[in-house]
């Protein structure tokens, strides 16, 4: 599918030459892992939220940091554990003294940032964890019997240890279908381990001066051109049938809702923008697939006994339809 306009066209090349900044900046910090630094800013482009699977000490936090940075956003970290409460994350009401009596003030939370990283969200107690999800749906919260927004763009980034399983709350599928991705970043190889060990030891504080590629009326302006990036009727019918299929699959106990259908096709657009495309190819519904769907999908006991994982039955289905 093709453009017409020149002007179109020049609009494109535009947006594609400053995410390609934004990944090039974030480099400067972040060694490796340009696959889930594109899946991450595609997650920001669709308005969508990102559940993120890693072992300890894989800099999840030097990376959101950064990334917020070169973005123009304010940026928050929640600690996860089982004492915190929800007022803890989204605020809570406090009495002021003043010359003619009290009154109550909002005091905002950590959840009033534009990118959010809260780390471990499966050591929090499910009311906690409901008093985050439920900022990220509605993007407001509620105290008292007065909501506040929260201002945008407004993006989450949920960390869970694969390993550390011992006093955690697992969040349950209905939950984790409110993250448009799940990502699992795994250790960096040697080269890139070497690197990050040179530049990070060589001095006190590291940290080189990173250029502000976006501010956030312009990012806001990106994520609406990102859901006009055409899509051939063709590739929008095998991202539904890709769906469809998870929910006939014998290898499953559960599939995926249409809610997935939708984030395949929009984080397949915001992919081909950041691929310097004006349209949506098979191989972003292909590349898309996994981190759309892998939360969202259910093994059942014959795929476990079998040893195959969720992206096992993801190819499976991608290369039936």
């Given at each position: 599918?093709?453009?017409?306009?020149?002007?179109e066209?020049?609009?494109?090349?535009k947006?594609?030459?400053?995410?390609?900044?934004?990944?090039?900046?974030?480099?400067?910090?972040?060694?490796?892992?340009?696959?889930?630094?594109?899946?991450i800013?595609?997650?920001?482009?669709c308005?969508g939220?990102v559940?993120?699977?890693?072992?300890?000490?894989?800099?999840?936090?030097?990376?959101?940091r950064?990334?917020?940075?070169?973005?123009?956003?304010?940026?928050?970290?929640?600690q996860n554990?089982?004492?915190?409460?929800?007022?803890?994350?989204?605020g809570?009401?406090?009495?002021?003294?003043?010359?003619?009596?009290?009154?109550?003030k909002?005091?905002?939370?950590?959840?009033?940032?534009?990118?959010?990283?809260?780390?471990?969200?499966?050591?929090?107690?499910?009311k906690?964890?409901?008093?985050?999800?439920?900022?990220?749906?509605?993007?407001?919260?509620?105290?008292?019997?007065?909501?506040?927004?929260?201002?945008?763009?407004f993006?989450?980034?949920?960390?869970?240890?694969?390993i550390?399983q011992?006093?955690?709350?697992?969040l349950?599928?209905?939950?984790?279908d409110?993250?448009?991705?799940?990502?699992?970043?795994?250790?960096?190889?040697?080269?890139?381990?070497?690197?990050?060990?040179?530049?990070?030891?060589?001095e006190?504080n590291?940290?080189?001066?990173l250029?502000?590629?976006?501010?956030k009326?312009?990012?806001?302006?990106?994520?609406?051109?990102?859901?006009?990036?055409p899509?051939?009727?063709?590739?929008?019918?095998?991202?539904?049938?890709?769906?469809?299929?998870?929910r006939?699959?014998?290898?499953?106990?559960?599939?995926?809702?249409?809610?997935?259908s939708?984030?395949?096709?929009l984080?397949?657009k915001?992919?081909?923008?950041?691929?310097?495309?004006?349209?949506?190819?098979?191989?972003?519904?292909?590349?898309?697939?996994?981190?759309?769907?892998?939360?969202?999908i259910g093994?059942?006991?014959?795929?476990?006994?079998?040893?195959?994982?969720?992206?096992?039955v993801?190819?499976e289905?991608?290369?039936?339809?």
């Amino acid at each position: 599918m093709k453009i017409g306009s020149r002007d179109e066209a020049g609009k494109y090349e535009k947006a594609n030459e400053k995410l390609t900044q934004v990944m090039e900046e974030t480099s400067k910090v972040i060694v490796g892992q340009e696959e889930i630094q594109k899946n991450i800013l595609i997650s920001i482009l669709c308005d969508g939220n990102v559940l993120l699977e890693s072992y300890p000490g894989l800099g999840k936090t030097k990376m959101a940091r950064t990334l917020s940075q070169v973005l123009g956003l304010d940026f928050s970290r929640i600690q996860n554990t089982p004492d915190l409460m929800p007022t803890d994350i989204t605020g809570t009401q406090i009495i002021n003294d003043k010359d003619d009596g009290k009154e109550f003030k909002f005091q905002e939370g950590p959840i009033f940032a534009n990118m959010v990283l809260a780390d471990e969200i499966n050591r929090a107690t499910p009311k906690t964890q409901a008093a985050l999800l439920e900022a990220m749906e509605e993007k407001q919260v509620t105290a008292g019997n007065t909501s506040y927004s929260l201002e945008k763009p407004f993006f989450v980034i949920a960390t869970q240890n694969p390993i550390d399983q011992e006093g955690t709350y697992p969040l349950p599928e209905a939950q984790t279908d409110r993250f448009l991705m799940k990502l699992r970043l795994d250790y960096p190889d040697e080269r890139d381990e070497k690197e990050i060990v040179d530049r990070f030891t060589s001095e006190l504080n590291f940290s080189p001066e990173l250029e502000t590629v976006l501010s956030k009326p312009s990012l806001i302006k990106l994520q609406e051109f990102t859901r006009k990036v055409p899509i051939a009727d063709d590739i929008r019918e095998r991202a539904v049938k890709v769906v469809a299929e998870t929910r006939e699959n014998d290898k499953l106990d559960f599939g995926a809702s249409p809610r997935a259908s939708m984030a395949l096709v929009l984080t397949s657009k915001a992919r081909a923008l950041i691929e310097g495309r004006n349209y949506v190819s098979a191989s972003d519904i292909d590349a898309m697939a996994k981190p759309v769907l892998r939360h969202r999908i259910g093994l059942n006991f014959k795929a476990e006994k079998e040893g195959m994982t969720s992206d096992d039955v993801i190819e499976e289905i991608l290369e039936k339809v």
